[in-house]
């Protein structure tokens, strides 16, 4: 079956770097994701990634795929108080995103 | 233009009543999905609407659930007999449809069952 594990909490000083990591468990999977969400407010997508890539940057994301473990990281560099929340990895299994699968979400807290 | 809106935000209701959510997607998006995400969980998969027509149901988590998107943009989320379990934030998102893969998610209906 489908599964998304994530680690459930990280805590980082403002200014460092954050890696939040991600195992999946469907090979076909074609785009994994990359959502931010804040109290309140609604799922934000921050980046995603298509299956034939290793590597996506974006500003002061960078977002790693291992295909053959599997493994997606997103690093956000120079970490601010702002970007404290909840990242929440997922996959589809279409090239249309149909039926996102999401992990259970990892806490980001960033201290000053 | 205005993002995926969906009311009510909350919604408080006794065991075995029955509830209706509504989703207002982003104007001229063809797909439509509702996710349900319960306390220190992700969002789960209900059921996905191309245009008018329910193109994945498998989701839905039994027959108590119901959806409806009657002219292919507002869609109407029904859940019959509710019970405590039943308590979630209901989550709707709406695609633009031809190659577009992003979701676009609406704030959530907060949804508890006393």
């Known amino acids: 079956g489908e599964d998304v594990e994530q680690s459930l909490f990280l805590s980082v000083r403002e200014g460092d770097s954050s890696v939040i990591n991600c195992t999946y468990t469907d090979s076909s999977s074609t785009y994994l994701y990359w959502y931010k969400q804040e109290p309140g407010a609604g799922l934000q997508l921050l980046t995603y990634i298509f299956s034939n890539m290793d590597m996506k940057q974006d500003q002061r994301l960078t977002v790693l795929l291992n295909k053959k473990d599997k493994h997606l990281s997103l690093r956000i560099a120079d970490t601010q108080t702002g970007d404290s929340a909840i990242y929440f990895c997922?996959?589809?299994?279409?090239?249309?995103?149909?039926?996102?699968?999401f992990g259970k979400g990892t806490t980001l807290s960033v201290s000053s | 233009g205005a993002g995926v809106s969906q009311t009510p935000s909350n919604k408080v209701t006794e065991k075995g009543k029955y509830v209706e959510l509504r989703c207002d997607p982003i104007s001229g998006h063809t797909a439509l999905y509702w996710y349900r995400q319960s306390l220190g969980q992700g969002p789960e998969f209900l059921i996905y609407?191309?245009?008018?027509?329910?193109?994945?149901d498998s989701g839905l988590p039994n027959d108590r659930f119901f959806a409806v998107r009657p002219e292919g943009s507002v869609s109407t989320l029904k859940i019959q007999r509710t019970e405590r379990g039943d308590s979630a934030v209901y989550l709707c998102?709406?695609?633009?449809?031809?190659?577009?893969?992003?979701?676009?998610f609406g704030p959530g209906t907060r949804l508890t069952v006393l």
């Open positions: 609407f191309q245009g008018t027509g329910a193109a994945d």
């Open positions: 998102a709406s695609r633009e449809g031809g190659g577009s893969i992003t979701q676009y």
């Open positions: 997922a996959e589809s299994m279409d090239q249309a995103g149909t039926a996102l699968i």
